[in-house]
């Protein structure tokens, strides 16, 4: 399993140099991949490209991008001018978003995300790829060949119900999870993307697991704290279907805590479920967390 960090939202007067900075303390401290979200602050693509590309090696992934707002074609011009800039480093993480931000925020349609991912990535995976593209889906149409450097980068969905994994699995290079707890992992979303990759004839899918994480003599006050922090996730639709799998009350009941011989447990458990790289989103006792997950990602 390899180990990712999940690198800060910046603000201030020069949030890219401070980006560039935690990119460059990833990569020194030996981090496989570093991951950006994608909500209301920097724009994720954009950030990486200019922050990533004075920080040489690291993997730079976006956690993620919404799709609704941008034609795929459009994405995929955007995401390889990234990929040029970063030398091949980029791993595009794509979701539907959440239908209070689509509709009420963006007002756009969130009508059958299935079906408007299926037609997205129709688009976007042979446009990223420098291929001639004609498609005529019943809301996506493009007629388009990109000669955009930066083509062919891995294409992970934000894939957590069974029919959005089994499309994850079939023409994507995997999924990036969030909220999403060991028990869920190895249950549901393992075996059904692996199932259709298989099915497909395609290499086992990347199953990038982000959760928050804290190393902690306090549990309970972590999990308390977790709680408060990411609140929101445990409202929102889609996680908290993860939630209810997992049997959690809350997003901390998923968070990663306890002391260094807990989490190391909890991290082995994960790995076990199949997670191929666990991205580590410290929200509190940073320094001491951090230092275990260095420490893991060396003996890994």
Known sequence: MRFGYFLNERQGPDPLGALRDEIAQAADDGFTSAWLSHIFGLDALTALAVAGSQVPGIELGTSVVP???????????????????????????????????IEHMFGLSFERPYRHMKEYLDVLLPASRGEQVKAAGETIKADVRLTTPGAGFPVLIAALGPRML?????VADGTVLWMTGPKTVAEHVTPTITAAAAEAGREAPRVVCALPVCVTDDPAGAVERANEIFAVYGSLPSYRAMLDR????GPGNVAVVGDEESVLAQLERLKQAGVTDFVGATFANRERTRELLIGASKGS
């Open 67 to 101: 799709t609704y707002p941008r034609h795929p074609a459009a994405l995929a011009q955007q995401a390889m001018t990234a990929n040029a800039a970063l030398g091949g480093r980029l791993a595009l993480g794509i979701g539907l978003s959440h239908q209070v931000v």
């Open 166 to 170: 089994k499309l994850a699995g079939t």
């Open 246 to 249: 997992e049997g959690a009350a």
